[in-house]
Structure formats: C-alpha cells, structure tokens
C-alpha cells in the first residue's frame, strides 16, 4: 500500500504521537492501540475531558466516547477533535454546522478547557426538551396510550405529534373508552362491516347468450370484530372520498383469485376458455354494519325467484373449513396406516430380536404384541394352539 495512503488514514492523535517519537510499543498511558493503524484515547481519559458544540453547549466526555462515524471520506471521532451528538435542539438549519452534517441534525464539537456545567450542557436542553415533550403528551391524552400520538415529528417543531387515522385504530385494536385526540366517547362494542357482492357472467357460445348473476351476501370487511365507533368512522371517511368519476365503488370487495382473472380476460380479451364472448362485472352492494350477519330469508326468497343464485359468505367459509378439516382427517388417516404397514413390516423381520420388545409392546400394546408373537412362534414351530369350544361362543 502506498504511503501516502496510510499517512491520510491515520487519525490526528496517531500523527501528533509518530511526531513526538512515540511507537505502538512504546506510549503514553492515556492512550491504546485501538486498530491496525491508529490509536485511541482510552475510556479513563475521556471521562477527565469536556467538549463544547458550536453553539456553546458543554458536553461530558462520556458521551462522546462511542461516537465514532465515517462520513464523505471524513472521520469523526474524539481523536480527530471532532465526535458527533445528536442535536439536543433537533436543527437542520446550524448556522454553526456544516449543511452535511445539518442534514442528519448532528452537531460537531470540539475539546475545551472549560469545566463541565449542568447548566450549560446539552444534557440540560435534552432533558427540558423530554420535560416538554411529556407534559405535551399528558395534556393531550390525559394520561392514556394513543397510537394516534408519535413521540417526535421530526424537525417540524415540538415533540409531539398527532396523526389521527381510524385505520390505526382499527390496525393496533385501540380500547381507550374516550378518544385521546377528539376527546369524544367511543362505543367498543364489538361490530364489524359487511357487503354483499353481485357477479354478473355473459356469456356466449355461437347465438346463444346467457348472463348469470351470483350474489354473495354477509361478506366482512375486516377478519375480526373492531369496535362500532372505529367501524362507522371508516366507513363515513369511505363514503366521503367517494368520487364515481374516479372508482367505480365505496370500498374494494376481496376478490378470489379466480375472480382476479375472470376480470382481467374480461377486460382485455373478452374471452374465457368455453365461450366465445365473455364478460365479468361485479357490484358491491348493501354495505351495513352490524354485530354479526343477519339474513333476510325472504329477500333471499325475492332474489331467486328473480334468477338470481344466492349464497352467503359464512356457509362459504365453513364448507371450506369443513373441507380442509376433512382433508386433514383423511391425510392423518392414510399416515396412520402407512405407520401401522411400516411397524408390521419391522416386526415380521425382527420379532425375535429381544432388543426391541418395548419397542413392540409401545407399539401394539401388550395383548396384541403376544398375540403377534404367538402366531410368529406357532408359525416357525408348526404348532397351533387349540381353539376351546368355549371361545367360540
């Protein structure tokens, strides 16, 4: 390697100490070998110092001890004379710190002879600033958690802030009785948003045209209960960003994935695998909030006397349950009885082995195990057990 290259690699206190005539093995106790190339102050030694920003703020030397970072070819440490903190004020306008360092609100300081003064410490600005920043949050919630309520929001001013959203609520399950930022009671009974959606298929093979509509009623919007204040907030912020030039409907249906790709062949092809012409169009309709799903048995009556196919969400769901449920059963079944193959297997090949008698015994349970091993002996001796007249009856 180069020596100019190693010589711009070494920190300031290395330089001044090869100046001095000092050697790796040879130097002063306030300082170690800290890599392959440079030394560095020891903890002790930076205790006994103090460092000023350049706004004038004192800083102890124990907080700038692990300040090491490497920026734009630039190292900042204590053995540079210029470690980073935090901006106790939180600035990106510094009039006294260079603009790349203003970016990432750091502030440089430099090693000083004055004594350490709380008073005139950037741990005092901190610590008024956590002072502020908690008395804001008490006066805004009262006391309660909020998940609406951030502990900072940046460079903005102020520690709080507020970022009222009843998705969040909805997201994280909020369960404060009065709401921490609108300061309005809030109704935790547990409901949840149902719709019900009407696909529409046309269809055409040759010169016959058929168009079917299948209404699926009692779909939810959320995979859990939430609570009713949360659920009409939701849904009164939808319909209020409702504009019909822009979507085509109040709140987005889940959608199978076969319906995903009914719908884009359907937009782009007009074609569908069996027919000639295809079209897929589907509506949300009857968009209500309820405790659980109510079914209108007469309307439902209405509905397929007017051809339409009705089916409801929740008997979707446990069919499918039901489905897998019976998939499961069926799958531990079949490995059960590739269990009891494969045990009958080994005990045919190692059934005088009297290694694995427990084993066996685990496997069959005792009666069935001496079972087996009579037939296994009777079968090697050629002699059967007699069959009493009595166990026949």
Not at 29 to 43: A, I, P, R, S
Not at 88 to 113: F, K, V
Not at 143 to 168: H, I, M, W
Not at 339 to 346: A, Q, V
Request: net charge neutral.
């Amino acid at each position: 390697m180069p020596r100019h290259i190693i010589t711009a690699m070494l920190n300031d206190l290395t330089k001044r100490l090869y100046a001095e005539g000092w050697t790796r093995d040879h130097h002063p106790d306030t300082v170690y070998w800290k890599d392959f190339e440079n030394f560095g102050y020891k903890f002790e030694t930076l205790l006994q110092t103090t460092w000023e920003t350049g706004c004038g703020l004192l800083v102890e030397g124990r907080t700038i001890s692990t300040s090491d970072v490497c920026y734009d070819d630039v190292q900042y440490c204590p053995e540079n004379n210029n470690p980073l903190i935090r901006c106790p004020y939180g600035r990106r306008d510094c009039p006294h710190q260079p603009a790349e360092l203003n970016r990432y609100s750091m502030c440089l300081c430099r090693e000083t002879d004055k004594a350490y003064s709380y008073d005139q410490s950037a741990e005092k600005v901190e610590e008024e600033r956590d002072r502020q920043r908690r008395e804001q949050y008490m006066e805004i919630t009262g006391g309660q958690y909020c998940f609406c309520l951030s502990n900072t929001n940046g460079f903005a001013g102020g520690r709080v802030k507020v970022e009222y959203d009843p998705e969040t609520c909805i997201r994280l399950g909020c369960k404060n009785p009065v709401c921490s930022v609108t300061k309005q009671p809030r109704d935790l009974s547990k409901v949840n948003v149902f719709y019900d959606i009407a696909r529409t298929y046309k269809t055409r093979v040759g010169i016959i045209e058929d168009t079917k509509t299948v209404v699926e009623k009692g779909c939810r919007v959320f995979p859990k209960p939430i609570a009713r204040t949360d659920a009409e907030l939701w849904l009164a912020r939808k319909k209020a960003e409702y504009n019909p030039f822009l979507s085509k409907r109040i709140i987005d249906p889940r959608l199978t994935m076969e319906d995903r790709r009914m719908e884009y062949f359907s937009d782009h092809h007009r074609k569908w695998p069996g027919y000639d012409y295809f079209e897929f169009l589907y509506e949300v309709k009857n968009i209500r909030i309820e405790a659980r799903e109510t079914r209108d048995l007469l309307q439902d009556l209405r509905d397929v006397a007017d051809g339409l196919t009705v089916v409801h969400a929740a008997d979707q769901e446990r069919a499918k349950a039901q489905a897998k449920q019976d998939a499961r059963e069926k799958r531990a079944a079949a490995k059960s009885k590739r269990r009891d193959r494969s045990r009958k297997e080994f005990f045919d090949q190692h059934w005088q082995d009297e290694r694995y008698n427990s084993a066996f015994r685990s496997w069959f349970g005792t009666d069935e195990y001496n079972r087996l091993l009579q037939e296994k002996r009777a079968d090697a001796t050629g002699i059967y057990a007699q069959t009493s007249i009595f166990d026949m009856m």
